[in-house]
């Protein structure tokens, strides 16, 4: 008889307990996040618009001479262009060797691909910085590289692999290719091996495959990836100054200089919005590119 | 009718006559576990053949073997009689339909369908064409720029049928293909895939472990268990003549009376029942402990004792349609079931009755298994 009581009673307090939960739900559960996100994020930013709006260093009139101070001189544009290119590179590098092995992680037994999520999270364990010096070990006049080409012939003196583009992009490849496997092989392990047969079965080649169904089904967490690797090469601070060295200029560098070297506030707001603006643009063609690819299938 | 009937022109249809498969030897292991056991096996042109059994059988890897998903450890695979055994799945042109269909989800319908014509390199003017053609077959046509993740199941089915025929496959392989559809799209899509199928002419190998489906689609089933083949025949084969208890078990409803086989003549068999009843039945089998299988409408039931009845208290009655479906009890504790007019006397629960074998009725007999058997 209790038990018939509790039956017809549960439907009752179960339709009052969505109504007061819905009235919290989302917006009530996000507000402490979007608030901190108001106050440390927006706010800051607006703030750094401002600063770049004052004319003179000290702070005192406000003005565009600092706009018109970057847009109006050519080394300006070219270290934005050097800082979106080692972007692109890095992106370029990571991917033609990310993808192989998010294919080769697509086809393996579920230990396998434990142990290669592992191998492709692993340089997330070691702070950039550790990671960064050692690839000045590997590249350096008497590193690990330049011993084996030295020994084994190739070249007559060391490479100069430190303080160059080159180097500059192998190190980010290495740096950022967790960003990109990570969503990479998420959507890998996602698809479906019978597509895989269905295309075989059909007469595709294993190319064809690739091409027409793979690429495509991964181009959504592929495109993720290369947002990633282009966001976080292009503003890899410590990176970029200690390998890149002091011949080679891009923006986290320049501003940094104009901020703590130069203290020119206004100058270095200015060059941190030309650093975003331009980055975003290019993320935003990139999502782009991987909507298309993908065929907008996923919605 | 879900599909047009396509005249019967020369041209791409015609080709799709005439292809046997034959399966000779063929082994496949898996480490240590064997999933397929020297299984020898001939389709014939334009037969429909059912592989059935239980999950682990062998079905699902003879199918991924003859489509070169899996590669054979022995034995050959022959298509009008030439081994492909050396060809890789894109080149063997056998046509596949999925279990849960494997439509390219970034691809719209006529898509999909001409996805194996551009894969061979025809040329574009000739694809148009045949995918309209095909869409048209399955009654598709005003869906074809539709994604298949906004198509029915029983829509995705056609999607993949169409998507598999394109390729004028030599052989056709339905893996389980009506799993996914609920129960009266199934019968449809089982009616539907059978007419298209004899229109083309297409052999075809069903992979299922849905007797019911095999019984109506098959015109043979292969009963496999363990990676053999336990008894090749067509459905009515397979039900009247068991060749094994686990056939006898896995077709059908099937009542197992343990009995003691007395003695064995001209061509007829005594026996006697676990609670004494004799029986004289057709057949042979020698002495000893038996187990006698009885399809349920093989029984009726009897007011009065008489030779050859046995006693027996009736439990539950479940109607199914015109006839139902009576549960009763031996008087040694065997359950039995059986089938009765629903229409006849209704009997009680509890009530005791005296059954017997219908007219003409032949269960099998097979001698009593070891106990850890089926």
Known sequence: MSGAAALAAAPAGRAAAPARARRLTPWGLAAPLGLAYAAFFVAPLLMLVAVSFYADERMTRWGLDQWRRFLLDGFHWKVVADTLLLGLKSVVATTLLGFPFALLYRGASPRWQRVLLFVAVMPLLTSVVVRTFAWIVILGREGVVNQLVLGLGLAAEPLRLLQTELGLVISLTQIEMPLLLLPLLSVMARIDPRLLDASASLGASPWRTLFRVILPLAAPGLAAGCLLVFASSTTAFISQSVIGGGRLVYLPAMIWQQAMVVANWPFAATAAIALLVSVSAVIAVIAYAGRVAAGHAHG | ?374
Request: charged residues 20%; contains cysteine.
């Open chain 2, 1 to 374: 009718m879900l599909f047009r009937p396509i005249p019967p022109a020369p041209g791409p249809a015609a080709s799709l006559r005439g292809h046997t498969l034959d399966v000779l030897g063929l082994g496949v292991r898996y480490g240590a576990f064997t999933a397929l056991d020297a299984v020898d096996l001939s389709v014939q042109a334009g037969e429909v053949l059912a592989l059935l059994g239980p999950s682990g059988c062998g079905k699902t890897t003879l199918l991924r073997t003859v489509a070169g998903f899996v590669r054979q450890d022995a034995g050959q695979v022959l298509i009008d009689g030439a081994a492909i055994d050396d060809l890789p799945p894109n080149r063997r042109r056998v046509g596949i339909v999925f279990q849960n269909y494997a439509l390219f989800p970034h691809m719209s319908v006529a898509e999909n369908v001409a996805y194996g014509l551009r894969a061979r390199g025809e040329p574009r003017a000739r694809i148009g064409p045949r995918v309209a053609e095909l869409l048209e077959m399955v009654q598709l046509g005003p869906l074809r720029d539709r994604r298949p993740g906004q198509l029915s199941g029983g829509q995705q089915q056609r999607v993949a049928l169409a998507r598999a025929l394109a390729i004028e496959p030599s052989i056709l392989l339905l893996d389980e293909p009506f799993a996914a559809l609920d129960r009266s799209l199934r019968l449809d899509m089982q009616i539907e895939i059978k007419r298209l199928q004899r229109q083309l002419g297409l052999t075809a190998i069903l992979v299922t472990h849905d007797q019911d489906e095999a019984m109506s689609v098959a015109d043979r089933i292969a009963v496999m268990r363990r990676g053999r083949i336990e008894q090749l025949g067509t459905p009515v084969e397979i039900y009247d003549a068991p060749q094994s208890l686990f056939v006898a078990g896995f077709i059908g409803t099937t009542n197992r009376l343990p009995c003691i086989v007395e003695g064995a003549a001209d061509g007829m068999v005594a026996l006697r029942l676990g609670d004494g009843t004799a029986l004289t039945l057709p057949g042979e089998s020698p002495p000893g402990p038996a187990l006698l299988t009885v399809r349920p409408e093989q029984l009726v039931l009897h007011e009065s004792p008489g030779p050859g009845r046995f006693p027996v208290a009736l439990g539950l009655a479940l109607p199914l349609g015109g006839q139902a479906i009576r549960e009763a009890r031996l008087a040694d504790g065997t359950a039995l079931r059986l089938t009765e007019p629903r229409l006849g006397a209704i009997r009680a629960l509890g009530e005791r009755a005296h059954c017997g074998l219908a007219p003409g009725a032949r269960p099998a007999l097979f001698p009593r298994p070891d106990p850890e058997e089926d």
